[in-house]
């Protein structure tokens, strides 16, 4: 039974009528519909928390993927960062660094938390592990911004997707760093309201993001797109904070996203048959990796089905 | 269309990378492949069609289905040294990629032998880590993870199925999903009964009283722990 709240206006409403957050909200649901109790739900949440924050520093100390293609550049970010960017510090590039780390680790098949899958897991952490310092973020708030994020990506997901082969990157980065803005408003002390404009800008600006990996590999552009989308998530949540609002409702902006994604040719949708997977250099990379073979245990034999 | 109302359905699952349906999934089909074989097997034959064989290596499907057939949960860390594993743990392997049509595009197959005994099973990987069972020991099957479900493997003969679904009957047990297929006629025969809630022991053991019945593997288990699922807790094998 499809019980969930449909929309985000819905929850905004509901929220203004009781008086209560966001992440409050989004925890009675999960109670009631669940069959839980808030005690394991905050368990289970914090159990992710910490899978986020081991990725995070693992990733910092540099990684490479089996490809070889990806790795390293959270590191050489960090270095960056530490040497004095000459545009200055700022909490933009603190948080690139985190979520490309996460995204690191993911490729090389360490363990992450899908956030709201694995290609799109850099985004979300890299905003929270980023601004708890800076808003004095205690563990219960960290756990609310995380429910936030959950229950405003199941009303995108639940009204349009969040998987890259039903409706691209916009379904993925796009999701995240929709659910992530809107989550970064809460944690600042803003309203729920003020938490869909965030969600609606967000979304909007990545909106028809194809999902076009090189050689099928959840690497390139997945793991700058990560960082990409954390940029993207604090932005909008500024914006939203200081007031501006998305002049397109944000399930409308929602739904739009969820139709430009059933618009969308296979070939943009996780095939790797189109766009940046389709260039001559992916090309050449692909053949590259099919010829060497780019890990180091015992090739398999190909063959027809013999069955 | 895939349908949330959970948190961690959006925040989770926890897993290895890079990928929820090459590589969650995929650790998940080894799992199911080994606890329904009820042992870890001392071979394996795995042949991955469709996306599963073009793409296998770039997302470690080949590494997940090992480390699941070893036991490993799908956060288990060193399932990118599976191989390794499965020569340390005594699991030989065998891997094939098939260009053969399948109606999934995340398809694959395992054949388990361990001593004289064999097992085939196979299973696709629908997105989100999610899978569905198609095939079980040559018997066409469609085990989703929404509800739990049992198998009754039986000689085919006429009464056997109103036999079992007289007794969930008695006990009020609500089928909510029923296939039966065979071989030939009066030959090996698979029931695969799901139920609104699990079947509880006491039914279970009033069931497995019907002497033509043959193995009964339940999958409830299975489903509630989809990413460890222990062979050590299972009820009934062989």
Same mark, same amino acid.
């Given at each position: 039974?499809?019980?969930?709240?449909?929309?985000?206006?819905?929850?905004?409403?509901?929220?203004?009528?009781?008086?209560?957050?966001?992440?409050?909200?989004?925890?009675?649901?999960?109670?009631?519909?669940?069959?839980?109790?808030?005690?394991?739900?905050?368990?289970?949440?914090?159990?992710?928390?910490?899978?986020?924050?081991?990725?995070?520093?693992?990733?910092?100390?540099?990684?490479?993927?089996?490809?070889?293609?990806?790795?390293?550049?959270?590191?050489?970010?960090?270095?960056?960062?530490?040497?004095?960017?000459?545009?200055?510090?700022?909490?933009?590039?603190? &948080?690139?660094?985190?979520?490309?780390?996460?995204?690191?680790?993911?490729?090389?098949?360490?363990?992450?938390?899908?956030?709201? %899958?694995? #290609?799109?897991?850099?985004?979300?952490?890299?905003?929270?592990?980023?601004?708890?310092?800076?808003?004095?973020?205690?563990?219960?708030?960290?756990?609310?911004?995380?429910?936030?994020?959950? #229950?405003?990506?199941?009303?995108?997901?639940?009204?349009?997707?969040?998987?890259? &082969?039903?409706?691209?990157?916009?379904?993925?980065?796009?999701?995240?760093?929709?659910?992530?803005?809107?989550?970064?408003?809460?944690?600042?002390?803003? %309203?729920?309201?003020?938490?869909?404009?965030?969600?609606?800008?967000?979304?909007?600006?990545?909106?028809?993001?194809?999902?076009?990996?090189?050689?099928?590999?959840?690497?390139?552009?997945?793991?700058?797109?990560?960082?990409?989308?954390?940029?993207?998530?604090?932005?909008?949540?500024?914006?939203?904070?200081? #007031?501006?609002?998305?002049?397109?409702?944000?399930?409308?902006?929602?739904?739009?996203?969820?139709?430009?994604?059933?618009?969308?040719?296979?070939?943009?949708?996780?095939?790797?048959?189109?766009?940046?997977?389709?260039?001559?250099?992916?090309?050449?990379?692909? %053949?590259?990796?099919?010829?060497?073979?780019?890990?180091?245990?015992?090739?398999?034999?190909?063959?027809?089905?013999?069955? | 269309?895939? *349908?949330?109302?959970?948190?961690?359905?959006?925040?989770?699952?926890?897993?290895?990378?890079?990928?929820?349906?090459?590589?969650?999934?995929?650790?998940?089909?080894?799992?199911?492949?080994?606890?329904?074989?009820?042992?870890?097997?001392?071979?394996?034959?795995?042949?991955?069609?469709?996306?599963?064989?073009?793409? *296998?290596?770039?997302?470690?499907?080949?590494?997940?289905?090992?480390?699941?057939?070893?036991?490993?949960?799908?956060?288990?860390?060193?399932?990118?040294?599976?191989?390794?594993?499965?020569?340390?743990?005594?699991?030989?392997?065998?891997?094939?990629?098939?260009?053969?049509?399948?109606?999934?595009?995340?398809?694959?197959?395992?054949?388990? *032998?361990?001593?004289?005994?064999?097992?085939?099973?196979?299973?696709?990987?629908?997105?989100?880590?999610?899978?569905?069972?198609?095939?079980?020991?040559?018997?066409?099957?469609?085990?989703?993870?929404?509800?739990?479900?049992?198998?009754?493997? *039986?000689?085919?003969?006429?009464?056997?199925?109103?036999?079992?679904?007289?007794?969930?009957?008695?006990?009020?047990?609500?089928?909510?999903?029923?296939?039966?297929?065979?071989?030939?006629?009066?030959?090996?025969?698979?029931?695969?009964?799901?139920?609104?809630?699990?079947?509880?022991?006491?039914?279970?053991?009033?069931?497995?009283?019907?002497?033509?019945?043959?193995?009964?593997?339940?999958?409830?288990?299975?489903?509630?722990?989809?990413?460890?699922?222990?062979?050590?807790?299972?009820?009934?094998?062989?």
């Amino acid at each position: 039974m499809k019980l969930y709240p449909k929309n985000f206006s819905t929850v905004v409403h509901n929220c203004n009528l009781s008086g209560i957050s966001l992440s409050r909200y989004f925890l009675d649901i999960e109670i009631v519909l669940n069959e839980t109790t808030e005690e394991i739900v905050l368990s289970k949440m914090e159990k992710n928390l910490s899978v986020m924050e081991s990725a995070a520093s693992k990733g910092m100390a540099g990684v490479t993927s089996f490809s070889g293609l990806t790795g390293g550049d959270a590191k050489r970010l960090a270095t960056f960062r530490a040497n004095g960017s000459p545009f200055g510090d700022s909490h933009y590039l603190e &948080a690139m660094i985190h979520s490309l780390a996460i995204n690191e680790v993911n490729a090389a098949m360490g363990v992450i938390c899908a956030t709201p %899958t694995a #290609g799109s897991s850099g985004v979300l952490p890299g905003a929270l592990l980023t601004m708890r310092d800076r808003l004095n973020l205690d563990r219960r708030a960290q756990l609310n911004f995380l429910i936030t994020a959950g #229950g405003t990506g199941i009303l995108i997901g639940n009204q349009a997707s969040i998987s890259g &082969a039903e409706g691209g990157c916009q379904a993925e980065v796009g999701s995240a760093s929709a659910m992530t803005a809107a989550a970064l408003v809460e944690a600042a002390g803003g %309203t729920p309201s003020q938490s869909a404009h965030a969600l609606a800008i967000a979304l909007k600006n990545l909106l028809g993001l194809s999902c076009d990996p090189v050689a099928s590999l959840v690497e390139v552009p997945c793991i700058k797109r990560n960082a990409v989308g954390v940029v993207n998530a604090i932005a909008a949540a500024e914006m939203a904070l200081a #007031g501006i609002e998305s002049r397109i409702p944000v399930d409308e902006v929602i739904q739009a996203m969820g139709s430009i994604g059933r618009m969308m040719p296979v070939a943009l949708r996780e095939t790797a048959l189109g766009g940046l997977a389709q260039t001559p250099t992916a090309c050449r990379m692909t %053949t590259m990796l099919q010829e060497e073979g780019h890990i180091l245990w015992p090739f398999p034999t190909v063959t027809s089905d013999d069955q | 269309m895939a *349908y949330f109302q959970s948190v961690f359905d959006i925040i989770g699952p926890v897993m290895v990378g890079p990928s929820s349906s090459h590589t969650a999934g995929a650790v998940r089909i080894g799992l199911a492949a080994r606890f329904i074989f009820g042992e870890q097997p001392e071979e394996v034959d795995i042949t991955l069609y469709g996306s599963f064989g073009h793409t *296998y290596r770039g997302h470690g499907t080949d590494l997940a289905m090992i480390g699941g057939l070893l036991g490993r949960p799908t956060d288990s860390d060193d399932i990118r040294y599976a191989y390794e594993l499965a020569e340390k743990e005594g699991l030989e392997v065998n891997i094939k990629v098939s260009d053969r049509n399948v109606a999934h595009p995340n398809t694959a197959r395992v054949v388990m *032998y361990s001593g004289n005994r064999s097992m085939s099973m196979t299973a696709c990987s629908i997105g989100g880590g999610m899978i569905d069972i198609t095939e079980i020991d040559g018997f066409r099957v469609r085990v989703s993870f929404d509800n739990p479900t049992v198998l009754f493997f *039986y000689r085919d003969r006429p009464g056997m199925i109103a036999r079992v679904t007289r007794i969930l009957a008695d006990h009020t047990i609500n089928v909510s999903h029923m296939q039966v297929s065979r071989k030939e006629e009066g030959s090996q025969a698979l029931m695969a009964i799901s139920t609104d809630g699990a079947i509880p022991e006491k039914v279970m053991a009033e069931i497995r009283l019907i002497s033509e019945l043959g193995p009964i593997i339940s999958l409830t288990e299975l489903m509630r722990e989809p990413d460890s699922a222990p062979i050590d807790s299972m009820g009934e094998q062989e």
